[in-house]
C-alpha cells in the first residue's frame, strides 16, 4: 500500500526527463577530484585521490570503505547525491535520492503510529525561553545547544524565543488546555517537524544543526499505561530497523548518566556501524511526571482526584538514513535494503550497432513496465550519454538492490540477466531469466526478499563477531581498544561510568532487554550485578 | 489509492479508543462560553453569547456566520478542534482534525507533482542574512517580516541567521553548484515546510507568524519553459481547487504591485469566502532571471554559451485549509467537501432500551465495516456519554459530509437512515436505504459525490452573484461599498491603483486568464484596455 503510493513518484521523480548523472560525477571525469568546502567541523581529510585528470571508474569514484571509513562514508554522501552542505555551517541539504529513502521511513512509521492510536498535529518551533528553563534537568541538557531568535520584525523581543530543539515544553503548555478529566487521556500525538540544536562537531545526517525528524509525545493516566506505551514504540522502532532496513538493531535501556534531559527511563535502539561505532538510531523515553509537574499538567481521576499526567515521547531521525549508509555500504558505495530502496532494480540496455538498439529498447521497456505494473520500484537507464560498463558502475555505487541487463542475445532468447548489489562479481549474476512477466516478477520479488534478509544476516554475524563478553575492567578496556563492543555484568556508580568513558572513549549504550539468566559479578567492582551493559565508542 | 493510505488512520486517528469530545465542548455544559485568551492580534470580540450555565446544543456551539463571520470563524476552528493558540504571539497549533485535513491536501499534491516530475528535498531553514539581501526587490519585500537568530550555542553569531521566509535565495545558493550544463536541466524540485514571517495582524491558518507549505522551485534552459512550468503549477492548484476542495477560485495573473518581492510575473488563484473577501489561495511565480543574476546561477548551454537559468516558484499553504473552512462552512459550523474530509460518514446508533443496544451496534459495526472495505472514510461513533441528537449536532459542526442513524425499527427493516450535512432538516434526510453492501456502498458512495459537486455549484453560484462588471471608478467604488467583487477593464497606472486601494479598500486581486473577447476602455482613464482586472477587499 504504502509502496503503490510511492510508485508514481519512482520514474519520475528521480530524473524526471531522462538519466542526468549528477553534475559531480560528471565533474570529475574532466577535473581533480574535489570535495566540497566543507561547513561541517569533521571535513574529511585529503584522501590518496590523484591529482590528474583521470575518468571515472566506479572504483575511483568513491574512497574505499577499507582505507578510510569516514571519506568514504562523506563521498559516498556525494558521490550518491543523497545530501550536500548548506551554506551555514552544519546544516545539510538533503537531495532527492537521500530524501526518497527518508519518504520510506516516513511512509511506513506513519502508518504504525496510526494503527497504534496516534494522531499527526504541528506545534509551533518557537518556545518561549521561559518554557525551557521549568523542568530542571531539561534545561541543563539542552540550553548549551539553543538557538535563539532575539529579532522579530525589525524589533528586539521581550522575551527570546528558542528554534525547538524538541518539543516537551511546548507540548505540556498545550496539553493543559486539552487535558482536564481522566475521559481525555490517554492523549497520543505524534509530529513531523525540524528541529535545531547548536551542535559543535557535525557530520552529514548523523549530527547536523538542524534535522528532521518524527517526536511522538503522550500522556496517561498511570505510570503503567505510560511505561507500556515507552516499550512499545521502541518495540516499533526495532521492527522497523530489523524488517525495513536490515539493521540489526540491540533495544535496551539507557544508563541514568545517559538518560534524556527531563526522562525518568530512556529506551534506546543502538546500531553498530560499519567501524563497528555505535550509534544511536532511536528513543522512546518514559517522562514520569517530570514535565506535567513542571508544567502543571493535570487531571481529575475517576475519584475526582487531581493528579499529574504520566507522560513519553519518542523519535526517529534523518540520522536513520546515515546509519543505513554506515551499515550496509561497501568499498564500491552505498547498499540499499530493497524495502526503502527508492530505486529496487534498474534496467541497463546493451546494444553495439544501431540495428540492435531498437530492439533492445523496447525489450527493455517492456520489462521496466512489467515490474512497474508488479509494484517494484524500477528504472529504466537508457541513455545514450554513458557506456552500459559505466552505467554498472554508477549504479551499483548508488545502491540498487538488482540491476538487469539486457542485450540483443537476450532478446532473441527472450531472457534477462540478473545481478545482485549484495553478492559482487559474477557470483551474483544470473543468466537466462526469463522474461515472461509472471516468471520474471517472481524471480525479481523473490530476489529483493533474499536480498533484504542477506543484508540482515550478514549485519547480524559482523555484530556479533564484534561483541566480546567480559568481565573485568582490563577485559573491556581490551575489547574497546581493539574496536569492539564490549558487554559485561555492570552494577557500579555513576563516576565510576563517567571514569570509563575518560579512560576508554567508551560509553554504555544500553543495558539490553535480551539478558542472560544467573547470577553475575560486576566487572568493575566485583559486586552483585542483575544486568549486563553493552559498552562502545558511539557517534 | 490516496484515500487506501489515510485509511488506517481514519478511525483509529482522530478518536484512537472511543469517541471523546472535546474538553472545550464539554466544559462549555458546564460553564459560561469561553474563548482562549488570545494571543492574536485581530482577537475576536465579545459576543452575545449568554454568561449562564447552559447546556450546548449545536445551535449555541458557535456563533451563527450569519452574525458575526470573525467569531463564527474562531468558534469552529475552537469547537472543531482544528487548531489552537500557540504560546507564542501570532503562532498557531494545528490540532489533528486540522492537520488531517492539510495531510489530504498533501497526499493530492504530492503525487502531481511527483507526476509532473518534480522531486522533494529538504533545504535547511537557516539563511545568512547576507542572501536575502542580494536580490533589491526581494530584500525590501521580506526584510520587516524577518526573524533572525542571533545567539547559537550560547554565543552572539558573527553573521544573523534568517528563519526562512521562503527559500529562493538559498535554493539558488544551492543550484549553483548543482547546475552547469544544460544537460542539467530543467532541475525541478519541491519541499514541504514550515516558514517564517513575522506578520503584525494574524488569524489562526489565513495568517500565521509560522506556517507550514510546499515550495516548488525549478530552473530552466529557456524563457518559454519557465512560462509553461509557472502555469501549468497554476492549472494544477485550480484543479486541486476545483476537484478537491469545490472552490471555484479565479486564476490570472496578478497586477505588477501585487507581484511576488523577485519575480517578473505572478500567476495567483483567488478564491471568494463566505464574507465575500478575496483569499489569494496560491501563486505560482516565473521568476525571470532575477535570482539567478544576483546568485550567478549559470549553465553552459548547447553552444558552449553562459547563460544563466530561467526559474519559477510556487507554493500552497495551511491557508488553504482556512479558505476551505470560510467557502463551506455555515451558521451550524464547518462543511467539509468529502474529498478531503478526514471522516466522510459519521455512523450514530440510536436505541432507548439495553434489549435494543446489543442488535443495533451490531448492525451499526456491520455498516462500518462494509463502508471502511470500500475505501470510505467511516467513523463509529458508539458512545453511551452523549444522546444521539447530541451527536447529530456534534457531528454537523464538525463538517462530516453524511450522517447514517441506526434504529431498532432500522434493523428489523435491514435498512439505515442516510442524512446530508450540506442539506439541512428533513429534506437531506432519506430513509430506508438498503443495508445491503453493495447497494449501501453505491448509495453512498453516489451522495458524497453528489455533496461534491454541489458543494462546488453552491460556491460557484455565491461567486457569479458577487462580481460586479464595473465601467467606471464610480461604479467600482459602489460595488466594492456593497461587499462585492468588481471586475471592470484596466490599463491604468501604478498610482491609479495605489488610489483604489486607499480609497475603497480593494486591491487588483488578478486580471483573470478568462477574459472576454472585444474592445475595452479603463474604467479609471477611458484609455483602451486589454484585460479586466478584478478588484476585492481581501484577506
Known amino acids: 500500500m504504502v509502496a503503490s503510493l510511492r510508485l508514481p513518484s519512482l520514474t519520475s521523480l528521480l530524473f524526471p526527463a531522462t538519466t542526468r548523472y549528477p553534475a559531480a560525477l560528471r565533474r570529475r571525469v574532466l577535473c581533480p577530484r574535489n570535495r566540497p568546502a566543507s561547513g561541517f567541523a569533521t571535513a574529511p581529510s585529503g584522501t590518496a585521490a590523484s591529482p590528474e585528470v583521470h575518468r571515472l571508474r566506479s572504483d575511483q569514484a568513491v574512497t574505499p570503505r577499507s582505507q578510510d571509513f569516514n571519506a568514504w562514508y562523506l563521498d559516498v554522501i556525494a558521490s550518491a547525491e ?3 552542505y548548506g551554506p551555514v555551517r552544519g546544516t545539510m541539504v538533503i537531495r532527492p535520492y537521500g530524501y526518497a529513502i527518508w519518504e520510506a521511513i516516513q511512509d511506513y512509521l506513519n502508518v504504525k503510529f496510526k494503527e497504534t492510536g496516534h494522531s499527526n498535529m504541528y506545534f509551533p518551533q518557537f518556545i518561549p525561553y521561559s518554557f525551557i528553563e521549568k523542568e530542571a534537568s531539561h534545561v541543563e541538557g539542552f540550553s548549551p545547544e539553543l ?12 522575551e527570546k524565543l528558542v528554534v525547538r530543539p524538541t518539543s516537551e515544553t511546548i507540548v505540556n503548555h498545550m496539553f493543559t488546555q486539552w487535558i482536564h478529566s481522566y475521559r481525555d487521556l490517554p492523549l497520543m500525538i505524534n509530529q513531523w517537524a525540524n528541529v535545531t540544536r547548536w551542535e559543535m562537531r557535525t557530520k552529514p545526517f548523523i549530527r547536523t544543526l538542524e534535522f528532521l525528524w518524527q517526536e511522538g509525545h503522550t500522556a496517561h493516566a498511570t505510570p503503567e499505561e505510560a511505561e507500556k506505551e515507552a516499550k ?5 522502532y526495532t521492527r522497523f530497523a530489523y524488517e525495513q532496513t536490515s539493521i540489526p538493531v540491540i533495544a535496551g535501556r539507557k544508563s541514568k548518566l545517559e538518560t534524556f534531559a527531563g526522562a525518568d527511563t530512556t529506551y534506546t535502539i543502538e546500531a553498530m556501524m560499519g567501524d563497528r561505532k555505535a550509534l544511536q538510531a532511536g528513543t522512546s523515553h518514559n517522562l514520569g511526571q517530570n514535565f506535567s509537574r513542571a508544567f502543571g499538567t493535570q487531571f481529575q481521576d475517576e475519584n475526582g482526584e487531581r493528579q499529574h499526567v504520566w507522560q513519553t515521547s519518542w523519535a526517529v531521525s534523518t540520522r536513520f538514513v546515515g546509519g543505513i549508509i554506515m551499515t550496509h555500504g561497501d568499498d564500491t558505495g552505498l547498499m540499499l535494503p530493497p524495502k526503502i530502496a527508492p530505486i529496487q532494480v ?10 540492435e538498439k531498437t530492439e533492445v529498447l523496447s525489450a527493455a521497456s517492456s520489462v521496466k513496465e512489467v515490474l512497474q505494473t508488479a509494484g ?8 545514450t550519454e554513458r557506456t552500459a560498463g559505466w552505467k554498472f558502475n554508477f549504479w551499483e555505487m548508488k545502491g540498487v538492490p538488482i540491476r538487469i541487463e539486457i542485450g540483443p542475445r537476450d532478446v532473441s532468447s527472450n531472457c534477462v540477466v540478473v545481478s545482485r548489489r549484495d553478492i559482487p562479481g559474477k557470483a551474483g549474476k544470473v543468466f537466462g531469466i526469463s522474461m515472461e512477466p509472471s516468471t520474471l516478477v517472481a524471480y525479481v520479488k523473490e530476489k529483493l526478499d533474499e536480498i533484504q534478509s542477506s543484508l540482515l544476516e550478514k549485519a547480524i554475524s559482523f555484530r556479533d563477531s564484534n561483541i566480546v563478553d567480559v568481565n573485568s575492567y582490563e577485559e573491556l578496556k581490551a575489547a574497546i581498544a581493539s574496536g569492539k563492543w564490549a558487554r559485561g555484568p555492570w552494577s557500579a556508580s555513576d563516576s565510576d561510568e563517567q571514569r570509563v568513558k575518560e579512560e576508554t572513549g567508551a560509553t554504555i549504550r544500553c543495558f539490553p532487554f535480551e539478558q542472560t539468566l544467573g547470577s553475575k559479578t560486576c566487572l568493575m567492582t566485583g559486586n552483585p550485578a542483575e544486568e549486563v551493559a553493552i559498552f562502545a565508542k558511539s557517534y
Chains 1, 2 share one sequence.
Open 147 to 158: 538557538a535563539l531568535v532575539t529579532v522579530g520584525g525589525g524589533h528586539e523581543l521581550e
Open 232 to 236: 512499545q514504540m521502541i518495540e516499533i
Open 346 to 355: 534498474v534496467i541497463v540496455p546493451i546494444w553495439k550497432k544501431d540495428t
Open 82 to 84: 543523497l545530501a550536500d
Open 376 to 383: 517494484v520500484r524500477v528504472k529504466l537507464d537508457d541513455t
